[in-house]
């Protein structure tokens, strides 16, 4: 995986669960770069949703990247089972373990990219701390939780924040986003210096999810 150049990451949280190859397909078709999947435990967020049973029946349906996403507390125990069902990238937030730099290595001794997901609240400092162990700094642009909820009014300086400290640091890791991403968001998401984009109600709400994939990755390639 290369971190050039615009990923789009449709989040399966919001596709029709009766019909989901089918419209994983859809968003594929569409040009879809890696395959989104929020994991809640009704803890960390109020919310429950999928396990590492999900990732496998994705694995089953793709080879792109799957893009593990953990808001739940403990995400070390969910390393190995969710390597093993064929996650590629394995995000958790740093409130919800307390070794988190372990657990970065960790996820990376599994042979998945680490990365760290910061709450609208949560500081930088955060992933100061650990910025060169970091494959991935995902900022969250709502409160996580659920889906189709609206882009935080903060979103954008928030991300050009963390572009200038990963810029400082010379760090690689993608600068992914995450929440109210919409043909009218992401470009500003896009220009505030984030290069991969979750987007779930955006995508599996669209009577034509292929269409909808291209037009986001349309949107941030115009303000290029
Ligand atoms: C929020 C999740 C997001 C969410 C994005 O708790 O982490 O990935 O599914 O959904 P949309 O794009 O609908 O805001
Ligand atoms: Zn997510």
């Known amino acids: 995986m290369t971190t050039n150049g615009i990923r789009i990451a449709p989040s399966?949280?919001?596709a029709d669960l009766t019909r989901l190859a089918e419209q994983v397909a859809q968003a594929l078709e569409g040009g879809a770069d890696w395959l989104h999947v929020d994991v809640m435990d009704g803890?960390?967020?109020p919310n429950l949703t999928f396990g590492a049973n999900m990732i496998a029946a994705l694995r089953r349906l793709t080879d792109k990247p799957i893009d593990a996403h953990l808001m739940v507390v403990e995400p070390e125990r969910y390393i190995e089972p969710f390597a093993a069902a064929g996650a590629s990238?394995?995000?958790f937030h740093p409130e919800a373990t307390v070794h988190v730099q372990r657990q970065l290595e960790a996820v990376k001794r599994r042979g998945?990219?680490?990365g760290l997901?910061?709450?609208p609240g949560t500081p930088?400092?955060?992933a100061e701390e650990v910025i060169a162990d970091l494959d991935l700094l995902l900022v969250m642009t709502v409160n996580p939780g659920f889906g189709a909820q609206s882009y935080l009014p903060g979103a954008n300086d928030k991300i050009q924040r963390v572009r200038s400290l990963l810029t400082a640091h010379r760090a690689q890791a993608f600068l992914e986003v995450d929440g109210g991403i919409t043909a009218q968001t992401i470009a500003g998401?896009?220009?505030a210096g984030a290069d991969t984009f979750v987007a779930g109600n955006a995508v599996f709400t669209s009577a034509d999810p292929a269409r909808e994939v291209q037009e986001l990755r349309r949107r941030c390639l115009v303000t290029v």
């Open 12 to 14: 399966v949280l919001s």
């Open 43 to 45: 803890r960390f967020v």
């Open 89 to 91: 990238v394995f995000t």
């Open 112 to 114: 998945m990219l680490a």
């Open 117 to 119: 997901a910061l709450n």
């Open 124 to 126: 930088l400092t955060y």
């Open 189 to 191: 998401a896009h220009q």
